[in-house]
């Protein structure tokens, strides 16, 4: 069976009409928050996609990125505003996957971070979100292909990891119940620098759609108690989605873990226009769908977990079964559970994305 035989299109207004819903689309759109740098490369590697470039120029991973998304069939382009450093703890593990980054992969260190204290609050270097660079973002308002768009993502909307991270989890906790004034004070800035992050995102016309990232779950259920996620986590997501919907754009969220308990309040209060993230030791994305796809859009779904150990064959099954049960009536878009890892197999993910294309082919 030839990869790819089946071509596809970009068509980012497409997608958009997906993820809200208007409708059965035409064909499958494909979605990733991201794929690994070594997947980026191996892909590339094995199918020459970026014959003719050259490395040496300075936009050539903005062309990479068109090439590349183009090729495997994505409707968009993720990018953000840059050059923003939030020094965190982090701890080092040996990464063993087969295309393994020889550095190793980072953790954030979920004992203490480097907020612990109201001294240690007021000396930290917060960025600034109005020095943030948008030369990517200006390079494509001008370069992009119109059939592309930037999908608004990355570094942007982390009301809980940030929380967790600049603190330490287990910090978090405790400070939930012995410093509550110091976690209201971060949240705070939080806001802050995502309100005017977003505002300065929005100015980009070819930003067609807003995706927030922000773990807040694990298998059993959320990282924090649910009145305090509504408090300091949903209550910055819900005005992060009221700025994207006042400019016309979709409000898309990232979340690992069992939401459950808080899954009424990301659609109804919140807004979402769909959820991404899915495990299926948690719940698979067909059960998501039959509960909440008439009110949501849903996004991705093939369990990381699986693609790492099946074969081809039932990779190119789960794909068959899953758009089934998703397609029907639109808002659904194919993708992984979470994001393209470099231990997954390569030729298992091709088989995902090319099983994709031959579905209403």
Known sequence: MKTF??????????????????GAPDRVHHIE???????????????????????????????????LQSFLGYDFVRWSLERQEWPLHYDKAQDTAAMARQDG??????????????????????PDPAQA????????????????????????????????????????????CEQRDLVEAIARRLLEYYRVFLERLLRFDRVKIVWGSDDMGFRGGPL??????????????????????????????????????????????????????????????????????????????IDVDFLCRADEPAVRRRVRDTLEVCMEGGGYCLGTGNSVANYIPLD???AMTDEGRRFLA
């Open 5 to 22: 035989s089946v071509p596809v299109t970009p068509d980012w207004e497409g997608l958009r009409r997906c993820v809200l819903r208007q």
């Open 33 to 67: 928050l991201f794929l690994d740098v070594e997947m980026q490369d191996a892909v590339c590697a094995r199918f020459g996609v970026l014959d003719g470039l050259d490395p040496g120029d300075r936009y050539f991973p903005h062309r990479k990125q068109i090439l």
């Open 105 to 126: 992969r980072n953790f954030v260190n979920m004992h203490r971070g480097p907020i612990a204290n109201w001294e240690e609050f007021e000396r930290y270097p917060w």
């Open 133 to 176: 660079s948008t030369e990517g973002l200006d390079w494509f308002e001008a370069h992009m292909p119109e059939n592309l768009c930037v999908m608004g993502s990355g570094g942007f909307a982390h009301f809980a990891e940030h929380l967790t991270w600049l603190m330490g989890y287990e910090t978090c906790c405790v400070a939930l």
């Open 224 to 301: 924090l108690p649910p009145d305090d996620l509504r408090e300091f986590v949903l209550s910055g997501h819900k005005i992060m989605a009221q700025m994207a919907h006042d400019a016309g754009r979709p409000y898309l969220l990232h979340a690992c873990g069992n939401l459950d308990l808080i899954m009424e309040d990301l659609i109804e209060d919140v807004k979402i226009d769909a959820k991404h993230s899915f495990e299926d030791a948690i719940e698979p994305v067909t059960e998501a769908k039959r509960k909440y796809g008439r009110r949501i859009a849903l996004l991705g779904g």
């Open 348 to 350: 298992n993910y091709l």
